[in-house]
């Protein structure tokens, strides 16, 4: 068997403390069919000092669930790991950039469509008002360019007051009713193979699709052409090696637009794949025989 790592959130963290177990348990169950174990290591220990996650041939950031609560420090743990030579998959360098979602305007300059956004230092309620004409449309969300699991994300219509904004840099995009209508669509590619695909719908009344706000997820067994060209468009933009990475795209006016690549610590949904994980565990285990 061959042992490696999985940084975990804060120890005692009491926002993720009760579920990252969980998941970590479905990984490794993944990990397990290969002959691989894991040994959750508590991120936030390591953002100085690299020397523990070195006695490890792979760290796994998959359960560093807060660091965008504590961004400065993240950015700092990954110039450590870089620096060290911890062997990280994905590598740090896409830890570092991945983590604010102004990255999304660098694949846009390259060819990849987003949803329209206008990014900003702060937002006032001026902003926003521009935002509604600019889009024409009659909602938007606003959110922080660092977030996670629709942390600080607000939907605001036409005339409501901007309460709760988010600080510092943030992104507002019109609201896409087809997210609340038909979803949002994930791809998970392991080694960079497509492993399967998900559709995410939020609960009636929401819209969000994150499951901790009562969001469903359905297996899709073939995926739209157009949806695998653009999840393929986007890997070809990125240069640095990805162990795994999980492209999220919706569908608007006849077009397939990228949401997010998520890059760090993205839920698999092993549950729905065909093979419960076996994909990632042969992708991880190709990389420690590499």
């Known amino acids: 068997m061959t042992g490696i790592a999985v940084l975990t959130p804060a120890a005692g963290d009491g926002t993720y403390g009760p579920h990252w177990p969980v998941v970590l348990e479905r990984l490794s169950a993944a990990l ?3 002959g691989v174990t894991t040994r959750p290591m508590a991120w936030p220990d390591h953002a100085r000092d690299a020397s523990a996650l070195l006695d490890f041939p792979l760290v796994l950031p998959l359960l560093a ?3 965008h609560q504590h961004h400065a420090v993240w950015l700092e743990a990954t110039r450590t790991w870089a620096g060290a030579g911890v062997r990280l998959a994905n590598p740090a360098s896409v830890l570092n950039w991945n983590s604010d979602k102004a990255y999304l305007r660098r694949l846009e300059a390259a060819g990849i469509a987003i949803p329209p956004t206008a990014w900003g230092d702060g937002v006032t309620p001026a902003q926003v008002e521009a935002a509604f004409d600019r889009f024409g449309t009659e909602t938007l969300i606003v959110k922080p360019t660092v977030s996670g699991g629709a942390w600080k994300t607000l939907k605001i219509g036409r005339g409501e007051a901007l309460v709760d904004a988010p600080e510092g840099a943030t992104m507002i995009q019109p609201f896409l009713p087809d997210l609340a209508t038909a979803g949002e669509l994930s791809l998970l590619f392991f080694g960079g193979r497509l492993s399967h695909a998900v559709l ?6 929401d ?5 901790q706000f009562g969001g469903r997820y359905a297996a899709v067994a073939h995926p739209p052409v157009e949806a695998l060209a653009l999840a ?3 890997l070809a933009a990125i240069e640095e090696p990805l162990l795994y990475a999980r492209i999220d795209m919706v569908e608007h006016a006849g077009q397939w637009l990228l949401m ?3 890059l760090i610590e993205p839920d698999f949904y092993l549950s729905e794949a065909p093979d419960r994980g076996l994909l990632f565990a042969e992708a991880v285990r190709a990389r420690l025989a590499g």
């Open 207 to 211: 819209f969000r699709i994150q499951s």
């Open 200 to 205: 995410k719908t939020a609960a009636p009344g």
């Open 232 to 234: 393929d468009r986007v």
């Open 260 to 262: 997010e690549a998520e």
């Open 65 to 67: 669930w807060g660091y």
């Open 32 to 34: 397990a069919l290969t």
